[in-house]
């Protein structure tokens, strides 16, 4: 493991980074584009956005006494949801946090021309001045940072007081009235714009690896100064409002200097521009701090390359991180338009907001190690309220935020998959936790499948040219399972006739075929020794698969038994008869094919082939029923070409209660390669096993297979679209 970045941060240089990454545009711009909105109640937007990033707040100050690493969403949304969606909010947030600190540093210019007699040609050198000379005190070490961060949001924080105590004199009440327009929808649009205002609250997580006593400094910073600015937020705007005419105020891009200049003069003026430079400096670097970290963190996880995540020997900080971030930045303040581009990366925070409330729900639901010293109060209401009140906000920011949200996402996910994907196998605790409570509902419905048995008779499908041997396999496997369901089977050989002959005379004339079909079956039956009653038929028909379903049908079938390949069963058109059948059967359905060895020869045991997922309750019927009716044990194992992963403990856990589940004797627990061989018979070959495939399995494991049962669950036990989809998804 590489080395480790130092904890040089405490308590107020956390209030600084979260505070100066909080007050800039959103207190020196935005009020008056929101002003515009909903009028005087602007003042109570602020409370309201506010009260809405609290509860991420608190989210984010748990997970990161719990994760005191650097990431900050990214790490806490990697480790909850995957590296699918984390890539995509550790990407997606670096983009941002990247534009927002570009954008901090060109959007002082309106305030510095206010201040100094600036030439419009310095204004982008100067602010490339500025960029490069904090990214060298980024470098220089993260307590530098914090001591920097400290001075510059103490005098802007000055600033701002100065303002809002002495405006205060001036505020004319009258301006309050009518206090809101727009109605509900205008108090959410204006929540929505403003609402980025407070975004930067919770940038300081991404560097919990840093600060000094994580489980006390993480939360009151990210808390406490979440509660300082919007109180400060709410008094300023109220300023503005109180001492600037509406028409004035919705139409300024300055509009703190405005209200500055008619409530404290001149030198008010110089104070109000003095703090929203010193805001939007503060803003750029706590950006450049905060961001530099997501690359690290990824780069550690190999979601990016490994030289992001390197740690300086001399310096003590990622350096190469640091120094990407910066030059992403001097481009982007060179030869982008900022202004426009950021705002595509503001919808994009409240889709992190959401998952990082609901990463929290994953963790204390799910089975992963977690132990937080911080609890977030009124869980889980707190964190359900945060992710539906941001994804509520999502909607409101217009067609170009979402459009861009969208590009972010889309941008995350292909660098995944061409990049991370072949770099990680790690999952999120989400998906492990669905997948453990899948395997849990299997079992049971497995446990009541065997209880029940369900209803209907067994139906074995021959063909004229099904062999004698192949017949004796079906039997064989019919007449186990239908002693496990209490029921009888009926043997039916379906035979067509051309088009041409008619139906009627083919079914009066019995062909000395039948008659010896007969009588070979009924031989079979005695041969078993079986209880079970068996009835034997014939089917005459024009088309065998329609032929087929309609009987099952008709005689209320519960399970049909048939070769996997019956010979006569070629092909229709396009489709196959068997593949007809198999999609149009009111029933379960199981295809046999023999080995090597005889239906005569007794198996060594009974082997239940899964498709990598939890084994499907039909299927684990089925196997009971075979290994009952031989007396031989059932083992589970996955397929032959499945590589062992980070569920081959959880596959055999769920292994293992199914073995308790069964009637028959349990197998020896067999390993994702099938297992060993079973041991020779009385000839000195290879002794025969009978292999329950369960599903469409990818292969059949390595070993001498006498029968081989493909089970495919009917309609009855047929899990529906949705579940399907999220088993897909899921295993």
Not at 187 to 195: D, H, I, K, S
Not at 350 to 364: E, P, S
Not at 554 to 582: D, F, K, N, Q, Y
């Amino acid at each position: 493991m590489g080395r480790t970045l130092e904890r040089d941060l405490g308590l107020p240089a956390v209030l600084a980074i979260s505070m100066g990454a909080m007050i800039g545009s959103g207190i020196f711009i935005l009020p008056a584009l929101a002003y515009g909105v909903v009028g005087p109640a602007v003042v109570l937007v602020y409370v309201l956005a506010g009260l809405l990033v609290l509860p991420a707040a608190l989210s984010q100050s748990e997970l990161a006494t719990a994760m005191p690493k650097a990431g900050g969403a990214y790490l806490y949304i990697e480790r909850g949801m995957g590296p699918l969606l984390g890539t995509v909010a550790g990407l997606g947030t670096w983009f941002s946090l990247t534009f927002k600190s570009a954008l901090a540093l060109v959007g002082g210019v309106p305030y510095v021309l206010l201040l100094f007699a600036v030439p419009e040609a310095w204004v982008t050198p100067l602010a490339l001045g500025l960029a490069a000379v904090l990214v060298g005190i980024n470098l220089l070490g993260a307590k530098q940072t914090g001591l920097t961060q400290v001075a510059v949001v103490g005098l802007m924080l000055v600033a701002l007081a100065w303002f809002a105590v002495g405006g205060s004199r001036s505020v004319d009440p009258g301006s309050f009235a009518p206090f809101a327009r727009g109605g509900l929808g205008g108090l959410l649009a204006a929540t929505g714009l403003v609402f980025v205002s407070y975004a930067g609250v919770t940038k300081v997580a991404s560097l919990a690896e840093e600060i000094e006593r994580p489980d006390r400094n993480i939360p009151l910073g990210i808390v406490g100064s979440l509660v300082v600015t919007t109180a400060l937020y709410a008094l300023v705007v109220a300023v503005m409002v109180g001492v600037v005419p509406g028409d004035e105020l919705a139409g300024s891009l300055t509009p703190m200097a405005l209200a500055a200049e008619r409530s404290l003069g001149d030198l008010g003026v110089a104070a109000v521009v003095l703090a929203a430079i010193l805001a939007l400096v503060s803003t750029a670097n706590a950006g450049v701090l905060s961001a530099s970290r997501y690359p690290f963190a990824m780069a550690r996880d190999r979601l990016v390359p490994d030289t992001l995540g390197s740690v300086s020997d001399r310096l003590g900080t990622p350096s190469t991180a640091i120094t990407a971030t910066g030059a992403v930045v001097l481009v982007l303040v060179a030869f982008v338009p900022i202004a426009e581009i950021a705002k595509l990366a503001s919808a994009f925070q409240f889709l992190v907001f959401a998952l990082v409330n609901l990463a929290v729900i994953v963790f204390r639901e799910g089975g992963a190690e977690y132990d937080p010293s911080f609890r977030s109060p009124l869980y889980p209401w707190v964190q359900l309220f945060g992710a539906g009140s941001s994804l509520l906000l999502v909607t409101q920011m217009g067609l170009v935020p979402l459009a861009g949200a969208g590009l972010i996402v889309a941008g995350g996910v292909a660098w995944f998959l061409l990049y991370g994907r072949p770099r990680v196998d790690r999952e999120g605790v989400a998906l492990a936790t669905a997948r453990a409570r899948l395997d849990a509902e299997r079992l049971a419905d497995a446990r009541a499948v065997l209880a029940d048995g369900g209803g209907g008779g067994v139906v074995v499908a021959t063909t004229p040219g099904t062999t004698g041997t192949a017949e004796h396999r079906l039997l064989r496997v019919a007449v186990a399972v239908a002693e496990a369901r209490g029921t009888g089977v009926r043997v039916v050989r379906f035979e067509t006739v051309p088009d041409q002959q008619p139906l009627d005379y083919a079914t009066e004339v019995r062909s000395p075929a039948d008659v010896r079909f007969e009588a070979e079956t009924d031989a079979m039956v005695a041969g078993l020794g079986t209880d079970v009653p068996v009835t034997v038929g014939e089917v005459v028909s024009h088309d065998v698969a329609h032929s087929v379903v309609s009987y099952l049908r008709h005689r209320r079938a519960g399970v049909l038994v048939m070769e996997r390949h019956p010979p006569g069963l070629g092909r229709r058109g396009l489709r196959s008869h068997t593949g007809w059948i198999r999609r149009h059967a009111p029933c379960d359905l199981l295809f046999v094919e023999g080995g090597d060895a005889g239906p005569d020869v007794p198996p060594e045991r009974v082997r239940v082939v899964g498709d990598g997922g939890p084994c499907r309750p039909f299927a684990v019927f089925v196997a009971n029923a075979l290994g009952g009716a031989a007396d031989r044990p059932v083992t589970f194992t996955d397929p032959a070409d499945a590589a062992p992963d980070d569920r081959t403990d959880a596959r055999a856990e769920h292994h293992d209660g199914l073995r308790r589940t069964l009637r028959v004797a349990p197998g020896a627990t067999d390993g994702a390669d099938g297992g060993a061989p079973p041991t020779a018979d009385g000839t000195g070959g290879p002794a025969a096993e009978l292999v329950v495939v369960d599903g469409r399995a990818r292969s059949i494991p390595t070993g001498a297979a006498g029968t081989v049962v493909h089970v495919e669950p009917g309609p009855t036990h047929r899990p529906g679209r949705l579940r399907r989809l999220l088993r897909r998804v899921v295993y």
